[in-house]
């Protein structure tokens, strides 16, 4: 498949040079990335390096449905952002015990790996910020709905979502949740993210520490 950003893309390095490319006008501007990891903050890297923004995550973990742990009917954030499809939860019966106690254990589990992934340094203040919420993809959209009502907790100038690829479908629906929906290439049919990569093996949980302390070390000797 080709399209206008050349997808599918080498990685995700590849992914986020190309999204910078319709970011370009943020340049200059008090931005902060934020990745959602694991897969978004290579790219969210390769967008705050472009900019010469600073760089931070938000870990959005999916509410998984009794029995199909993979098949999302929710999600949420360290700091309780979350959003719920209620019409899945309707049609799944599922329980208002069940949804509280997937709920907490995984509220729980985001500030685990948020607190992991900054190694001690506090989180990044986003007020009166522009903040680029950045993804590898967007498929139906759960984690980054969670994300976007995280961020807008923190009150953010303007809060942009963007994605380098991602279902037609799901950008529309998530211009309820933002300032800007940034998501060049939608393309139809929309199977899974992964899709649109060559190489689209898992971002470890190092990779992510290792991305941010080097944006830590830069933000140091800035100062």
Known sequence: ?????????????????????????????????????????????????????????VVARK???????????????????????AELVADLRVSDAYLAGVRREQIAEARRREARFRRGRVPLDLRGRVVLLVDDGLATGATMRAAARSVRKAGPAKLVIAAPVGAAETCAALRNEADEVVCP???EPFAAVGYFYRDFAATEDAEVERILDEFAAHRAAAK
Do not use: C, W
């Open 1 to 57: 498949m080709n399209g206008s950003d050349g997808i599918p893309f080498e990685d995700r390095k590849d992914a986020g040079r190309s999204l910078v490319r319709h970011l370009s006008r943020y340049r200059g501007e008090d931005v902060l990335v934020l990745g959602i990891p694991r897969g978004g903050v290579p790219v969210a890297a390769e967008v705050a390096r472009a900019l010469g923004a600073e760089l931070d995550v």
């Open 185 to 187: 290439n939608t393309p």
């Open 63 to 85: 509410l998984g449905a009794p029995g199909q742990e993979e098949l999302a009917i929710g999600a949420v954030t360290a700091n309780g952002g979350e959003f719920v499809n």
